[in-house]
């Protein structure tokens, strides 16, 4: 009985620690992925997540733009995503790879959904980076089906803050998320101000209307998992538009 008891305990703390990790991710579920931007990926530089140049934020080539199914009208940027090539075996390579949402895969219309319109409502879709996709099938495949699932985003560093914009317009882009990756809530204090919600401008660019300048700056971070995470004083009272600064990770 001892020994099933504590069997049983720490059965129950594996399994809390597990579901804390993984719980709010989901099982696999099926899609289509394609690629786009040439064999370096230079085509999938920028996007509608706002990210710009993926290599220098970080990204690399492991990214997807998403259909509108998965896309979230942008909410869904910075999300990872594990997949693996679900065809014949003759199209696919064996593994897996995970990717973070950068960009977005609009649907046409003017195509149907099986022959051309592979982005369009309400497929799910991943259009790879070439690079990535050539990691789980052939070149020659083009479309292939693949299986995915959510998974936490693991990134080198801590978040980071790029503010752009000016005086009263404060624009913050906010990149490097690990955990649920997506971010779904920003809040800046400055030295001389309390906490003030930010609205999503496009992308992962959040927007402030307040004077901020020559204010030291904390940023609150919440991700689509409801994790909130504080990083107090990041940017010094000197900061100037255009800097990017490093806050904590989740």
Not at 52 to 79: H, K, P, R
Not at 150 to 170: L, Q
């Amino acid at each position: 009985m001892a020994f099933s008891l504590a069997s049983l305990t720490l059965f129950m703390i594996w399994g809390i620690s597990f579901c804390g990790v993984f719980g709010e991710y989901g099982g696999w579920d099926s899609a289509h992925a394609t690629f786009y931007g040439g064999g370096d990926a230079s085509g999938t530089m920028g996007g509608a997540c706002g990210y710009g140049n993926l290599y220098s934020q970080g990204y690399g080539t492991n990214t997807a733009a998403l259909s509108t199914a998965l896309f979230n009208n942008g909410l869904t940027c910075g999300a990872c995503y594990q997949l693996t090539c679900a065809g014949e075996r003759r199209w696919c390579n064996p593994g897996t790879i995970t990717v973070t949402a950068t960009n977005f895969c609009p649907p046409n219309p003017s195509l149907p959904n099986d022959n051309g319109g592979w982005c369009n409502p309400p497929r799910q879709h991943f259009d790879l980076a070439e690079p990535a996709y050539l990691q789980i099938a052939q070149y020659r495949a083009g479309i292939v089906p693949v299986s995915f699932r959510r998974v936490p985003c693991v990134k080198k560093g801590g978040i980071r803050f790029t503010i752009n914009g000016h005086s009263y317009f404060n624009l913050v882009l906010v990149t490097n998320v690990g955990g649920a990756g997506d971010v779904h809530s920003v809040a800046v204090k400055g030295s001389r101000t309390g906490w003030q919600q930010l609205s999503r401008n496009w992308g992962q660019n959040w927007q402030s209307n307040a004077f901020l300048n020559g204010q030291a700056l904390s940023f609150q971070v919440t991700t689509s998992d409801g994790r909130t995470l504080t990083s107090f004083n990041v940017a010094p009272a000197g900061w100037q538009f255009g800097q990017t600064f490093e806050g904590g990770q989740f």
